[in-house]
């Protein structure tokens, strides 16, 4: 029988893992860490709980169709609940808008503040939605687009891709109020861009989440990665923890073993690598690439990276604090951003100076909000996030965390939420934090940057164009990051997979 090995219980191993083993094939997982999740993962202590990767969900359509590919109701393994404001917005100026995924009550907040803009809204909506119609097919749903893609849209749509000009520049051609522009251009961080540079393209995932919503596992996000793997081991997958694969050992452009690192072999029909793609090549096919090199006459010595490959320009990384408070913020709801005053000044010092931001956004979620016991009676669980670079020698976090740490709990005592006096328990984050958990690379969050148009098309297939029965699943290959992205990318693995089987 057939045997396919995944390396990495993240969600995208665990979404391919539950295709495979659907369609009758034996799939074993090995997992580094102790727990399965990857970067959805949680923290207890001293009675209060976080999660610590994603806080976000929208697309539920898409777990629905993870768990009844394999016959299963989404509703048996997990209760996903709507998130109402979707998130609450606080602005340097004391303005505060509550996002709403129904029409009439967003209107109703804009016209607070900007009635003119509401049409604006609502036309900005219309044509986010249109790009989701036009590129979820061919660029979202399916295989990784080619060139050749473009000819499955109809000519009169390749414009409204709107692949060419910037994301700011659409949103600024619907709405005139900064706050508007400033909360909708935010959505090109869900992929790690900033909206001064990533395609105007990616307005679609203002559609997913204004029109389509946000949802929040009951329990806690972690339910998701538990629930994954509760189907996966019901269908028949092995999930071999705190068990590391160190090399893919390949023979004549073949995968054929694994050598884990307890030091044993296994050898599999193909392998899933789950892993950032850039760190899979660099580290678990050194011995592969360093052949090849040799045959090219080079020596691994002489090149910084390998010569099929030099690492993509990589997405944002993040600054997170996990605070347990002995205080509660009624004015704050589950998910909340405090805005900084001058939004390009904060990615210019991400993207183009290296260094996290001086006056940064803060994202706080607060699951102890709709799940209380998520902290100790009269507490709350904050989840403190800041967008920051992806890790290189510009910014030493060894050296900066605690001014950092500071600097950013001055920057909410400045919302008038000074929670200094009311920390009972902390624990800090760093991109090196991210980087190790998951082996992410450079600790971006999202994989390869997608601040460029081309972005999409220069993302690693699925199906390695070096080694036959070599696939990567996950963030850093197709579709791309986000938890719902990942879970279609286990989607696109496992058809790669059966494809080459049959
Ligand atoms: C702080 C943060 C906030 C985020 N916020 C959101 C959000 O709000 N909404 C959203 O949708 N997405 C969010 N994301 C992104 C989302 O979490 C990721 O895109 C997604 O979880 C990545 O899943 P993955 O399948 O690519 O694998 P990963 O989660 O990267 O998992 C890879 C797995 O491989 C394992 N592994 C690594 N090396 C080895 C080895 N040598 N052998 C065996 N196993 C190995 C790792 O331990 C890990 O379990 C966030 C991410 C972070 C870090």
Redesign the pocket.
Known sequence: MNEIFI???????LSTAIRLAAAGLRVTI????PQ?????GQIEADGFRWD???????MRHVFEELFASAGRRLEDYLTLEPVDPLTRYFYPNGTVLDAKADPEQMAAQIRQIAPPDVAGYEKYLRYAAQIHRITGPVFIYDQPPTWRSFWRVPFPDWFKIDGLRTMQKAIESHVQSPELRQLLGRFAT?VGGSPYLAPATLNVIAHVELSGGVWYPRGGIYAIAQAMARLAEELGVTIHTSC??KEIGVANGRFSHLILENGKIVRGTAVVS???VT?TRQY?LKNFNAKAQRRRGLTIHHLPFTIHHSPPESSCS?F?LLLGLNKQFPELAHHNILFSPDYPAEFKAIFKQGQPPTDPTIYIAITSKTDPQHAPEGGENWFV?VNAPPLDDRYDWHANQQAYRDLVLQKIADFGLDVRDHIVTEQVLTPHD?AE????WRGA??GASPNSPWAAFKRPHNRSPQIQGLYY????THPG??????TLSGKVAAELVLEDLA
Not at 53 to 58: A, L, N
Not at 473 to 476: D, E, K, R, S, Y
């Open positions: 390396i990495g219980a993240g969600i995208g191993g090995y997992e580094k860490n399965v999740g990857g970067k959805m610590i990767g994603p806080s976000v969900i929208t869900y590391g694969v789950n892993l950032d760190t678990l993040g997170i996030l991210l958990g998951s082996g992410a969050l999202y699943v996950g963030g850093t990051g986000g938890v719902p992205m990942v």
